[in-house]
Protein backbone atom coordinates (compact mmCIF):
# COMPACT_ATOMS: atom_id res chain seq x y z
CA UNK A 1 0.00 0.00 0.00
CA UNK A 2 2.78 2.76 0.64
CA UNK A 3 4.44 1.58 -2.11
CA UNK A 4 1.74 2.40 -4.44
CA UNK A 5 1.02 5.48 -2.89
CA UNK A 6 4.63 6.65 -3.13
CA UNK A 7 4.82 5.33 -6.72
CA UNK A 8 1.87 7.69 -7.42
CA UNK A 9 2.97 10.69 -5.62
CA UNK A 10 6.37 10.33 -7.45
CA UNK A 11 4.40 10.36 -11.23
CA UNK A 12 3.39 13.58 -10.11
CA UNK A 13 6.56 14.65 -8.83
CA UNK A 14 7.53 14.41 -12.46
CA UNK A 15 4.68 15.22 -14.20
CA UNK A 16 4.76 18.34 -12.52
CA UNK A 17 8.79 18.63 -13.44
CA UNK A 18 8.35 18.05 -17.06
CA UNK A 19 10.25 15.02 -16.50
CA UNK A 20 9.10 12.53 -19.46
CA UNK A 21 7.42 8.99 -19.00
CA UNK A 22 10.62 6.88 -20.51
CA UNK A 23 13.27 8.97 -17.97
CA UNK A 24 11.10 8.60 -14.82
CA UNK A 25 11.08 4.79 -15.55
CA UNK A 26 7.52 4.09 -17.35
CA UNK A 27 6.97 2.32 -20.48
CA UNK A 28 8.19 4.70 -23.16
CA UNK A 29 5.30 6.41 -25.47
CA UNK A 30 3.09 5.63 -22.63
CA UNK A 31 0.45 7.78 -20.48
CA UNK A 32 2.14 7.80 -17.17
CA UNK A 33 -1.17 7.95 -15.06
CA UNK A 34 -3.08 5.79 -17.56
CA UNK A 35 -0.13 3.37 -16.27
CA UNK A 36 0.37 3.74 -12.69
CA UNK A 37 -3.29 3.27 -12.50
CA UNK A 38 -2.99 0.28 -14.35
CA UNK A 39 -0.27 -0.65 -12.28
CA UNK A 40 -2.39 0.01 -9.28
CA UNK A 41 -5.32 -2.08 -10.21
CA UNK A 42 -3.11 -5.02 -10.71
CA UNK A 43 -1.60 -4.37 -7.07
CA UNK A 44 -5.23 -3.91 -5.95
CA UNK A 45 -6.79 -7.19 -7.14
CA UNK A 46 -3.84 -9.43 -7.33
CA UNK A 47 -1.28 -8.74 -3.98
CA UNK A 48 -2.41 -6.22 -1.58
CA UNK A 49 -6.56 -6.27 -1.12
CA UNK A 50 -7.07 -9.54 -1.36
CA UNK A 51 -8.22 -10.11 2.14
CA UNK A 52 -9.17 -6.13 2.92
CA UNK A 53 -12.51 -4.69 3.15
CA UNK A 54 -14.41 -3.59 0.08
CA UNK A 55 -14.53 0.31 1.51
CA UNK A 56 -10.76 -0.26 1.06
CA UNK A 57 -10.73 -1.34 -3.15
CA UNK A 58 -13.80 1.35 -3.28
CA UNK A 59 -11.30 3.80 -1.91
CA UNK A 60 -8.58 3.36 -3.79
CA UNK A 61 -10.61 3.33 -6.95
CA UNK A 62 -12.21 6.88 -5.95
CA UNK A 63 -9.04 8.31 -5.70
CA UNK A 64 -7.47 7.12 -9.05
CA UNK A 65 -11.13 8.40 -10.55
CA UNK A 66 -10.23 11.51 -8.90
CA UNK A 67 -6.88 12.42 -10.53
CA UNK A 68 -8.68 12.26 -13.59
CA UNK A 69 -12.06 13.64 -12.97
CA UNK A 70 -9.89 16.39 -11.13
CA UNK A 71 -8.46 17.20 -14.11
CA UNK A 72 -11.75 17.05 -16.53
CA UNK A 73 -13.44 20.48 -18.19
CA UNK A 74 -16.04 21.99 -16.50
CA UNK A 75 -17.86 21.25 -19.51
CA UNK A 76 -17.61 17.26 -19.16
CA UNK A 77 -18.61 17.67 -15.66
CA UNK A 78 -22.05 19.28 -16.59
CA UNK A 79 -22.75 17.23 -19.10
CA UNK A 80 -22.10 14.35 -16.50
CA UNK A 81 -24.82 15.65 -14.34
CA UNK A 82 -27.10 16.11 -16.58
CA UNK A 83 -26.30 12.89 -18.19
CA UNK A 84 -27.37 11.74 -14.59
CA UNK A 85 -30.88 13.34 -14.21
CA UNK A 86 -32.01 11.82 -17.22
CA UNK A 87 -30.34 8.63 -16.67
CA UNK A 88 -32.18 8.56 -13.12
CA UNK A 89 -35.32 9.89 -14.73
CA UNK A 90 -35.18 6.91 -17.25
CA UNK A 91 -35.05 4.34 -14.24
CA UNK A 92 -37.99 5.54 -12.02
CA UNK A 93 -39.90 2.64 -12.72
CA UNK A 94 -36.84 0.16 -11.25
CA UNK A 95 -35.89 2.59 -8.53
CA UNK A 96 -39.67 2.12 -7.32
CA UNK A 97 -39.98 -1.47 -7.52
CA UNK A 98 -36.58 -1.39 -5.52
CA UNK A 99 -37.90 0.74 -2.94
CA UNK A 100 -41.26 -1.05 -2.75
CA UNK A 101 -39.18 -4.54 -1.67
CA UNK A 102 -37.12 -1.88 1.05
CA UNK A 103 -40.40 -0.36 2.28
CA UNK A 104 -41.96 -4.03 3.06
CA UNK A 105 -38.69 -5.65 4.54
CA UNK A 106 -38.26 -2.50 6.82
CA UNK A 107 -41.93 -3.03 8.19
CA UNK A 108 -41.45 -6.41 8.78
CA UNK A 109 -38.32 -5.54 11.11
CA UNK A 110 -40.45 -2.88 12.79
CA UNK A 111 -38.00 0.12 11.64
CA UNK A 112 -39.11 2.97 13.13
CA UNK A 113 -42.16 5.36 11.16
CA UNK A 114 -39.11 8.48 11.03
CA UNK A 115 -37.06 6.48 8.75
CA UNK A 116 -40.08 4.87 7.02
CA UNK A 117 -40.84 8.37 6.09
CA UNK A 118 -37.33 9.17 5.01
CA UNK A 119 -36.89 6.40 3.21
CA UNK A 120 -40.17 6.09 1.12
CA UNK A 121 -40.01 7.19 -2.65
CA UNK A 122 -42.52 8.40 -4.61
CA UNK A 123 -42.58 9.97 -8.48
CA UNK A 124 -42.58 13.28 -6.80
CA UNK A 125 -39.94 12.84 -4.89
CA UNK A 126 -37.87 11.41 -7.59
CA UNK A 127 -38.66 14.30 -10.15
CA UNK A 128 -37.35 17.22 -7.53
CA UNK A 129 -34.23 14.79 -7.29
CA UNK A 130 -34.05 15.26 -11.69
CA UNK A 131 -34.80 18.78 -11.17
CA UNK A 132 -32.03 19.11 -8.98
CA UNK A 133 -29.41 17.48 -10.80
CA UNK A 134 -30.57 19.28 -14.49
CA UNK A 135 -29.82 22.71 -12.48
CA UNK A 136 -26.18 21.56 -10.97
CA UNK A 137 -25.70 20.80 -14.66
CA UNK A 138 -26.62 24.47 -15.83
CA UNK A 139 -24.99 26.49 -13.67
CA UNK A 140 -21.38 27.74 -14.19
CA UNK A 141 -18.52 25.59 -13.27
CA UNK A 142 -17.36 26.42 -9.76
CA UNK A 143 -13.58 25.30 -9.80
CA UNK A 144 -10.70 27.44 -11.26
CA UNK A 145 -12.35 30.62 -10.17
CA UNK A 146 -9.44 33.22 -9.83
CA UNK A 147 -9.49 35.06 -7.13
CA UNK A 148 -6.96 37.73 -5.32
CA UNK A 149 -4.53 36.60 -3.07
CA UNK A 150 -4.43 37.70 0.35
CA UNK A 151 -0.69 38.65 0.07
CA UNK A 152 1.83 39.57 -2.91
CA UNK A 153 5.53 39.65 -3.37
CA UNK A 154 7.25 42.16 -4.99
CA UNK A 155 8.56 39.74 -7.68
CA UNK A 156 5.67 38.09 -8.58
CA UNK A 157 1.93 37.69 -8.82
CA UNK A 158 -0.38 35.83 -6.89
CA UNK A 159 -3.72 34.55 -7.02
CA UNK A 160 -6.23 31.71 -5.68
CA UNK A 161 -8.28 29.19 -7.64
CA UNK A 162 -11.27 26.73 -5.95
CA UNK A 163 -10.12 23.34 -6.63
CA UNK A 164 -11.64 20.02 -6.11
CA UNK A 165 -10.97 18.28 -2.72
CA UNK A 166 -10.98 14.41 -4.03
CA UNK A 167 -12.57 11.45 -2.60
CA UNK A 168 -15.46 12.10 -0.43
CA UNK A 169 -17.28 9.74 1.65
CA UNK A 170 -21.51 10.38 1.91
CA UNK A 171 -22.60 8.24 4.72
CA UNK A 172 -26.65 8.28 4.81
CA UNK A 173 -29.46 7.13 6.78
CA UNK A 174 -32.57 6.17 4.51
CA UNK A 175 -33.07 9.25 2.11
CA UNK A 176 -32.00 7.40 -1.18
CA UNK A 177 -32.69 10.38 -3.86
CA UNK A 178 -29.94 12.20 -1.39
CA UNK A 179 -27.74 10.16 -3.05
CA UNK A 180 -27.87 11.48 -6.32
CA UNK A 181 -27.55 15.11 -5.03
CA UNK A 182 -24.59 14.07 -3.15
CA UNK A 183 -23.24 12.76 -6.48
CA UNK A 184 -23.98 15.49 -8.37
CA UNK A 185 -22.43 18.09 -6.12
CA UNK A 186 -19.59 15.64 -5.99
CA UNK A 187 -19.26 15.39 -9.85
CA UNK A 188 -19.91 19.26 -10.20
CA UNK A 189 -17.20 19.91 -8.29
CA UNK A 190 -14.48 16.96 -9.70
CA UNK A 191 -14.97 15.13 -6.63
CA UNK A 192 -15.49 11.43 -6.65
CA UNK A 193 -18.02 9.75 -4.20
CA UNK A 194 -18.27 6.63 -2.14
CA UNK A 195 -22.02 6.21 -1.16
CA UNK A 196 -22.85 3.93 1.97
CA UNK A 197 -26.64 4.35 2.39
CA UNK A 198 -28.36 2.16 5.27
CA UNK A 199 -29.37 -0.97 5.32
CA UNK A 200 -32.85 -0.42 5.24
CA UNK A 201 -32.39 1.19 1.89
CA UNK A 202 -29.98 -1.42 0.01
CA UNK A 203 -32.06 -2.23 -2.89
CA UNK A 204 -33.41 1.61 -3.94
CA UNK A 205 -29.40 2.82 -3.26
CA UNK A 206 -28.16 0.21 -5.61
CA UNK A 207 -30.94 0.97 -8.29
CA UNK A 208 -30.05 4.98 -7.88
CA UNK A 209 -26.19 4.13 -8.15
CA UNK A 210 -26.48 2.02 -11.23
CA UNK A 211 -27.76 4.34 -13.27
CA UNK A 212 -25.73 7.01 -12.16
CA UNK A 213 -22.69 4.93 -12.74
CA UNK A 214 -24.31 4.11 -16.12
CA UNK A 215 -24.76 7.60 -16.88
CA UNK A 216 -20.99 9.05 -15.95
CA UNK A 217 -19.67 5.80 -17.98
CA UNK A 218 -21.42 7.10 -21.34
CA UNK A 219 -19.79 10.69 -20.99
CA UNK A 220 -16.55 9.41 -20.72
CA UNK A 221 -15.77 9.37 -17.02
CA UNK A 222 -14.16 6.32 -15.08
CA UNK A 223 -16.87 4.28 -13.31
CA UNK A 224 -14.86 5.12 -10.04
CA UNK A 225 -16.15 8.61 -9.84
CA UNK A 226 -18.98 6.98 -8.15
CA UNK A 227 -18.36 4.20 -5.47
CA UNK A 228 -21.38 2.07 -3.79
CA UNK A 229 -20.61 0.15 -0.68
CA UNK A 230 -23.37 -2.62 -0.28
CA UNK A 231 -25.12 -4.39 2.53
CA UNK A 232 -23.68 -7.41 0.51
CA UNK A 233 -19.96 -5.81 1.36
CA UNK A 234 -20.28 -6.73 5.17
CA UNK A 235 -18.63 -3.23 6.02
CA UNK A 236 -19.14 -0.85 9.15
CA UNK A 237 -18.73 2.56 8.61
CA UNK A 238 -15.38 2.19 11.20
CA UNK A 239 -13.95 0.58 7.65
CA UNK A 240 -15.00 2.97 5.19
CA UNK A 241 -13.76 6.15 7.46
CA UNK A 242 -10.24 5.17 8.40
CA UNK A 243 -9.11 5.20 5.23
CA UNK A 244 -7.70 8.45 5.14
CA UNK A 245 -4.87 7.66 3.10
CA UNK A 246 -7.58 8.40 0.13
CA UNK A 247 -10.47 10.03 1.77
CA UNK A 248 -10.31 14.00 1.70
CA UNK A 249 -13.90 14.40 3.57
CA UNK A 250 -16.50 12.46 5.35
CA UNK A 251 -20.21 14.00 5.50
CA UNK A 252 -22.42 11.66 7.41
CA UNK A 253 -26.61 12.98 6.90
CA UNK A 254 -29.58 11.19 9.33
CA UNK A 255 -29.95 11.37 13.46
CA UNK A 256 -27.49 12.77 15.53
CA UNK A 257 -26.56 8.97 16.69
CA UNK A 258 -25.19 8.25 13.32
CA UNK A 259 -23.00 11.61 13.08
CA UNK A 260 -21.66 11.30 16.45
CA UNK A 261 -20.36 8.13 15.28
CA UNK A 262 -19.09 8.93 12.41
CA UNK A 263 -17.15 12.08 14.15
CA UNK A 264 -16.04 9.54 17.39
CA UNK A 265 -14.97 6.59 14.34
CA UNK A 266 -13.43 8.95 11.30
CA UNK A 267 -9.41 9.26 11.08
CA UNK A 268 -10.61 11.94 7.72
CA UNK A 269 -12.12 15.02 7.93
CA UNK A 270 -15.44 15.03 8.81
CA UNK A 271 -18.14 17.76 7.89
CA UNK A 272 -21.29 17.34 9.96
CA UNK A 273 -24.68 17.87 9.36
CA UNK A 274 -27.23 19.05 11.59
CA UNK A 275 -30.80 18.32 11.40
CA UNK A 276 -33.61 19.35 13.97
CA UNK A 277 -33.65 21.16 17.53
CA UNK A 278 -33.44 24.97 15.78
CA UNK A 279 -35.09 27.47 18.71
CA UNK A 280 -37.01 30.40 18.05
CA UNK A 281 -37.18 32.89 20.92
CA UNK A 282 -40.39 34.97 20.97
CA UNK A 283 -40.15 38.58 22.21
CA UNK A 284 -43.05 40.18 24.15
CA UNK A 285 -43.49 43.21 21.18
CA UNK A 286 -43.54 40.15 18.41
CA UNK A 287 -46.35 39.42 15.89
CA UNK A 288 -48.35 36.26 17.66
CA UNK A 289 -49.19 35.58 14.36
CA UNK A 290 -46.05 35.58 13.18
CA UNK A 291 -44.30 32.90 15.57
CA UNK A 292 -47.67 31.00 14.28
CA UNK A 293 -46.42 30.86 10.92
CA UNK A 294 -42.50 30.56 11.55
CA UNK A 295 -43.31 27.67 13.45
CA UNK A 296 -45.24 25.68 10.97
CA UNK A 297 -43.55 26.78 7.62
CA UNK A 298 -40.44 25.90 9.20
CA UNK A 299 -41.68 22.14 9.28
CA UNK A 300 -42.16 22.20 5.16
CA UNK A 301 -39.26 21.01 4.24
CA UNK A 302 -40.46 17.66 4.20
CA UNK A 303 -38.79 14.31 3.95
CA UNK A 304 -35.99 15.85 5.85
CA UNK A 305 -37.09 19.21 7.75
CA UNK A 306 -33.68 20.36 8.65
CA UNK A 307 -34.34 23.13 9.92
CA UNK A 308 -37.57 23.18 11.70
CA UNK A 309 -37.97 24.75 15.00
CA UNK A 310 -38.71 22.35 17.84
CA UNK A 311 -38.16 24.55 20.85
CA UNK A 312 -39.48 27.97 21.35
CA UNK A 313 -38.44 30.38 24.37
CA UNK A 314 -40.96 32.76 25.54
CA UNK A 315 -40.45 35.70 27.62
CA UNK A 316 -42.35 36.09 30.80
CA UNK A 317 -44.85 38.68 29.57
CA UNK A 318 -46.49 36.41 27.24
CA UNK A 319 -49.86 36.56 27.64
CA UNK A 320 -51.65 33.32 28.81
CA UNK A 321 -54.41 33.64 25.92
CA UNK A 322 -51.74 34.32 23.43
CA UNK A 323 -50.08 30.91 24.53
CA UNK A 324 -53.14 29.17 24.42
CA UNK A 325 -54.33 30.61 20.95
CA UNK A 326 -50.99 29.28 19.82
CA UNK A 327 -50.99 25.77 20.95
CA UNK A 328 -54.88 25.40 19.36
CA UNK A 329 -53.38 26.39 16.41
CA UNK A 330 -50.60 24.34 16.22
CA UNK A 331 -52.65 21.10 17.30
CA UNK A 332 -55.11 21.47 14.89
CA UNK A 333 -52.40 21.53 12.24
CA UNK A 334 -51.16 17.89 13.56
CA UNK A 335 -48.29 19.56 16.25
CA UNK A 336 -47.72 17.71 19.44
CA UNK A 337 -47.38 20.40 22.29
CA UNK A 338 -44.99 19.47 24.74
CA UNK A 339 -43.87 22.65 28.16
CA UNK A 340 -41.25 23.17 30.91
CA UNK A 341 -42.80 22.19 34.51
CA UNK A 342 -43.80 25.95 34.81
CA UNK A 343 -45.75 25.60 32.17
CA UNK A 344 -47.34 22.30 32.64
CA UNK A 345 -48.23 23.62 36.28
CA UNK A 346 -49.88 26.68 34.96
CA UNK A 347 -51.31 24.77 32.08
CA UNK A 348 -51.90 21.05 33.34
CA UNK A 349 -53.28 19.45 30.01
CA UNK A 350 -49.64 19.88 28.35
CA UNK A 351 -47.19 17.25 28.29
CA UNK A 352 -44.03 17.67 29.96
CA UNK A 353 -40.67 18.12 28.61
CA UNK A 354 -37.81 15.63 29.83
CA UNK A 355 -34.53 17.04 30.80
CA UNK A 356 -32.58 15.59 28.32
CA UNK A 357 -35.08 16.57 25.11
CA UNK A 358 -34.02 20.51 25.46
CA UNK A 359 -30.37 19.22 23.94
CA UNK A 360 -32.14 16.38 21.06
CA UNK A 361 -34.19 16.69 18.16
CA UNK A 362 -37.32 15.38 17.93
CA UNK A 363 -37.49 15.32 14.22
CA UNK A 364 -41.20 14.93 14.45
CA UNK A 365 -43.93 17.76 14.43
CA UNK A 366 -43.21 18.25 18.10
CA UNK A 367 -42.60 21.65 19.61
CA UNK A 368 -41.83 22.32 23.25
CA UNK A 369 -42.23 25.64 25.03
CA UNK A 370 -39.98 27.09 27.88
CA UNK A 371 -40.44 30.33 29.62
CA UNK A 372 -37.36 33.17 29.90
CA UNK A 373 -36.82 36.00 32.22
CA UNK A 374 -35.37 37.81 29.41
CA UNK A 375 -33.37 38.06 26.18
CA UNK A 376 -29.92 37.47 27.52
CA UNK A 377 -31.15 34.40 29.17
CA UNK A 378 -32.95 32.89 25.76
CA UNK A 379 -29.19 33.42 24.28
CA UNK A 380 -27.38 31.57 26.71
CA UNK A 381 -29.92 29.02 27.13
CA UNK A 382 -29.65 28.45 22.79
CA UNK A 383 -26.00 27.95 23.15
CA UNK A 384 -25.82 25.61 25.59
CA UNK A 385 -28.98 23.38 24.41
CA UNK A 386 -29.26 24.34 20.40
CA UNK A 387 -28.01 22.45 17.63
CA UNK A 388 -26.48 25.35 16.75
CA UNK A 389 -27.01 25.56 12.87
CA UNK A 390 -30.12 28.08 12.75
CA UNK A 391 -31.97 29.38 15.50
CA UNK A 392 -34.53 32.31 15.01
CA UNK A 393 -35.80 35.30 17.10
CA UNK A 394 -39.30 36.99 15.97
CA UNK A 395 -39.49 40.91 17.39
CA UNK A 396 -40.23 44.16 16.26
CA UNK A 397 -37.40 45.51 18.10
CA UNK A 398 -34.23 46.58 16.07
CA UNK A 399 -32.07 46.17 18.95
CA UNK A 400 -33.01 42.82 20.19
CA UNK A 401 -32.58 41.70 16.55
CA UNK A 402 -29.05 43.11 16.59
CA UNK A 403 -28.46 41.40 20.03
CA UNK A 404 -29.71 37.80 19.28
CA UNK A 405 -27.68 37.64 15.84
CA UNK A 406 -24.64 38.95 17.41
CA UNK A 407 -24.85 36.99 20.91
CA UNK A 408 -26.59 33.26 19.49
CA UNK A 409 -23.77 31.06 18.52
CA UNK A 410 -25.11 29.23 15.74
CA UNK A 411 -24.25 28.95 11.62
CA UNK A 412 -27.15 30.67 10.87
CA UNK A 413 -29.60 33.59 12.56
CA UNK A 414 -32.91 34.47 11.19
CA UNK A 415 -34.75 37.37 12.29
CA UNK A 416 -38.39 37.82 11.79
CA UNK A 417 -38.05 35.02 8.55
CA UNK A 418 -38.88 31.52 8.80
CA UNK A 419 -35.67 28.83 9.16
CA UNK A 420 -37.13 26.58 6.33
CA UNK A 421 -34.44 24.44 4.97
CA UNK A 422 -34.62 24.31 0.51
CA UNK A 423 -32.39 22.44 -1.35
CA UNK A 424 -33.06 24.30 -4.35
CA UNK A 425 -34.02 27.80 -4.09
CA UNK A 426 -36.09 29.77 -7.07
CA UNK A 427 -33.20 32.43 -6.17
CA UNK A 428 -29.61 32.13 -6.13
CA UNK A 429 -27.49 29.99 -8.21
CA UNK A 430 -26.95 27.20 -6.16
CA UNK A 431 -28.23 23.58 -4.61
CA UNK A 432 -27.65 22.76 -0.69
CA UNK A 433 -27.01 19.37 0.75
CA UNK A 434 -27.55 20.34 4.20
CA UNK A 435 -26.77 22.15 6.82
CA UNK A 436 -23.32 22.10 8.84
CA UNK A 437 -23.24 23.75 12.62
CA UNK A 438 -19.21 23.02 13.21
CA UNK A 439 -16.90 25.78 12.99
CA UNK A 440 -14.37 23.15 11.45
CA UNK A 441 -14.12 22.73 7.58
CA UNK A 442 -17.31 24.66 6.75
CA UNK A 443 -20.03 26.20 8.36
CA UNK A 444 -23.64 26.59 7.41
CA UNK A 445 -25.43 25.57 3.85
CA UNK A 446 -23.97 22.78 2.34
CA UNK A 447 -22.74 23.88 -1.63
CA UNK A 448 -21.02 23.67 -4.43
CA UNK A 449 -18.10 25.54 -2.90
CA UNK A 450 -18.24 23.79 0.36
CA UNK A 451 -17.12 20.58 -1.60
CA UNK A 452 -13.96 22.70 -2.93
CA UNK A 453 -10.26 24.20 -0.73
CA UNK A 454 -8.39 26.62 -2.52
CA UNK A 455 -4.85 26.82 -4.07
CA UNK A 456 -2.25 29.78 -4.01
CA UNK A 457 -0.67 30.21 -7.18
CA UNK A 458 2.65 32.21 -7.31
CA UNK A 459 3.19 33.25 -11.24
CA UNK A 460 7.45 35.09 -10.94
CA UNK A 461 8.42 37.33 -13.72
CA UNK A 462 11.36 35.54 -14.66
CA UNK A 463 13.83 37.41 -13.08
CA UNK A 464 16.31 35.51 -10.48
Request: proline share 4%; aromatic share 8%; net charge negative.
Amino acid sequence: MVAISAEIGKWFEHNRLGIASSAAGYPAGTDGLAYLQTLTRRRIVVDAFDDSPEPMKSAARAYLASLKLGMAKGQTRSDAVLAMAEALQGSFDDILEANTLDLEASREMAVPDLILDWLKLTPERLETTVKILQQLGELSDPLRRVRSADYQRSDSQTYSQLMPLGVIAFIYEAFPELAAIAAGLCIKTGNSIILKGGTEASNSNLAIAEALSNAIADVGLPSGCIELITAEHGASIRDLVTQEQYLNLVIPYGRSSLVQQVVRQSTAPVLKSAMGNCYLYWSPNASLEMVRWTIMDSHQSEPDPVNSIEKVLIHRQALPSSLMTLWNSLQEKGFEIKADAELVEAFPQLQLVKDGEWGSAYLTKTVAFKLVESLEDAIAWINQYSSGHADSIVTESYQESRQFALGVNSATTYINASPRFIRNPSRGDSVFLGMSNQKGHRRGLISLETLTTVKHIVQGNGRF
